[in-house]
């Protein structure tokens, strides 16, 4: 989530954001249950700790932060039957009102420019697209009949979401290229 809300974090609008994560299995906590096992959420998708998630109050802290203000989050997970990958879409009303999918998206290319791991795609990305790699795609919409931008962000949790981002950290202490051992699967 954090990707596809620090960018703009200075242009949402007091009334807070909005945060509709999709999650393989292998997201869901890392204590089985048989709301989380594979076998019971097959031909399924549900809500799971609906207020309150334990990652709520971090996204409150790292986004208002980066805002320089207050700012309110409603983060809604939810279980996909896929073994793995999150989507992520952030909602929320610019402060400074609609200003095009052009500039959204340059102001995500800003942001990451340099950054190895994340790309900022015309197109809304997929699961698939990131699946085995340390990488995080986001695309950017408008949505002028409700007055809203919309953030949609993707990755491979068990890669970026754990051992990659620990892969990546490691690189950047030691001095290693920040890619090593990283490359995206051919």
């Known amino acids: ?45 549900r809500a799971y700790s609906e207020v309150g998630h334990r990652h709520t109050s971090e996204m409150i802290q790292e986004v208002s932060a ?30 400074g009102g609609l200003v095009g999918d052009e500039a959204w998206i340059q102001k995500y290319r800003d942001y990451y420019r340099g950054e190895p791991f994340v790309e900022v795609c015309e197109t809304v990305p997929a699961l698939s697209e990131v699946a085995y790699t340390n990488y995080c795609r986001i695309a950017v919409r408008e949505d002028p009949l409700a007055g809203l931008v919309k953030v949609f962000s993707v990755i491979d949790n068990l890669v970026k979401g754990a051992s990659g981002q620990a892969v990546q950290n490691m690189n950047c202490m030691f001095g290693f290229a920040e890619q090593a051992g990283l490359q995206r699967k051919v």
């Open 66 to 95: 980066a805002a320089g203000h207050a700012v309110t989050v409603s983060f809604t997970p939810h279980l996909l039957p896929v073994d793995r990958g999150i989507l992520t879409t952030v909602y929320f009303r610019p402060a």
């Open 1 to 45: 989530m954090l990707p596809a809300a620090l960018p703009v974090a200075a242009d949402i609008d007091p009334s807070g954001l909005v945060v509709d994560s999709k999650s393989g299995v292998s997201g869901a906590g890392k204590s089985p249950s048989a709301k989380t096992h594979f076998c019971a959420v097959d031909g399924d998708f």
